[in-house]
């Protein structure tokens, strides 16, 4: 069995080496995105920016059921590694693998079929919803071939794989980039080329990711519908509620669309320039919660709660410092990216307000992340999608409702970031009290007295006991 690495050595230096490898990668397909949107400002029209609005918020729905996959494949295989169960890690990523691809594909059939009124419900009109429609056509079959590669990236990651994980969604970006203006401009397609080179993309990070997977660990072991089944109670209880987790953000994000769409389509670009400009600017932030997962996963595996709570300590004080130093960034370069983007109007000024003042609401974004992060990889999954749902309906929908009232455009996204101002202290706070309790029972269940532990003592993430539920499951593994 190989050494679960995350339980020894410095958890800032694993903070930071697992967040600046996932972060490069991050930042790389963050960019592409960046530039999608460069080029097509370049083609002078201002509905192909709201078009990429409008259905980029409606596949992030289906993108957030993929990373909720994800975070269980992170959440189930790092737990079992921290257990120095490989068997069991095997077996729970080549299930997770088949789970995603069906049940992505279920999720995306439904959308698919009635797209047009999903992206007329978000506010799509005209020619701007004729594009919107012909883009979302284009990507909408390809969110299975996503959520498996996503999901394999995960499980190498999980494995402290970092590394590779990195290459995949590296390769990704690139394969996008390389493409974009050869299908917008050489080819003529614009928006349609914006898409196909997305669709390419996918296949690469499958590959890469499923190759490294594969070729290097050795880690899916051969599929068995028989112990589908039988996981499958297990994969529910992680992959549920971090679904629903992550659907809450998309939801809250339609409703700041919608909203945002009764002041017009420039309004809308600029809401939009922001949705690509903000992930790369805060990349860092998005690849920290992704990386701190494996690291609180094996160490809860493993039972060492004191490194869980500096991984915790560690990680905030990192989003700190970074956030700071981005909303600084952008306070200085402000003109520029509305240079850029050539943005006008009602756009130029919400690009200015949310780069002047709102940007340093991504620290307690950033706390919220982190939270969720150790919520799902801690058994309390389901607090993850409370606090997530709690910031889209109490704090994202009625803020933004206000705040729209009263100031207009700015006030839809200032109440945005309110809402992630409360939720994620509160978010935050919870975690660290979850940690202590979990770090008091685990010490009261080791420190019973032999005589009364009997001949089976309670090790709750034992070879022969599902990590992260009661069920017991025999480890077949041909």
Known sequence: MPKAVFTQGSTLKHIIVMTGANAVGLITLFTVDLVDMYFLSLLGHEELAAAIGYSGT??????????????????????????????????????????????????????????????????????????????????????????????????????????????????????????????????????????????????????????????????????????????????????????????????????VLKTMSGYGDSAVAGAAILGRVAPVAFAALFALSGAIGPIIGQNAGAGRYDRVRSTLLNATISNMVYSLLVWLLLYSMTDTIIAVFEASDEAAYLIAFYCKWLAGGFIFGGMLFVANASFNNLEKAHLATVFNFGRSFLGTIPLVFLFSHWYGAPGVLAGEVLGAVIFGIIAFAMVLWQVRELDREHKRVHCLPEENIGDNPPLPFSSQQSQLGQKTVRWDVE
């Open 58 to 255: 409606l596949l992030f729905f289906l993108t957030s059921v993929s990373i909720g996959l994800q975070i269980s494949m992170g959440a189930l295989v790092s737990r079992a590694e921290g257990s120095r169960n490989r068997a069991g890690a095997s077996r729970y990523s080549s299930n997770l693998l088949v789970f995603s691809a069906l049940f992505s594909t279920a999720v995306c059939l439904p959308v698919w079929f009635y797209l047009s009124e999903l992206l007329s419900l978000l506010g799509a009109s005209g020619n701007t919803l004729a594009l919107a429609e012909s883009y979302c056509n284009i990507l909408l079959p390809a969110t299975p071939l996503l959520a498996v590669g996503m999901c394999c990236a995960a499980a190498l990651r999980a494995i402290g794989d970092a590394r590779r994980s990195m290459y995949a969604t590296i390769g990704a970006a690139l394969v996008n980039a390389a493409l974009d203006p050869l299908f917008i401009f050489t080819a003529g397609l614009g928006i349609e080329g914006a898409a196909l080179a997305s669709l390419v993309a996918r296949f690469a990070l499958l590959g890469i990711a499923m190759g490294a997977l594969i070729g290097r660990h050795h880690l899916p072991q051969r599929f068995q519908w028989r112990q589908l089944r039988e996981d499958l109670p297990v994969i529910i209880k992680v992959a549920g509620p971090a679904m629903l987790t992550n659907l809450a953000t998309p939801i809250g994000s339609s409703v």
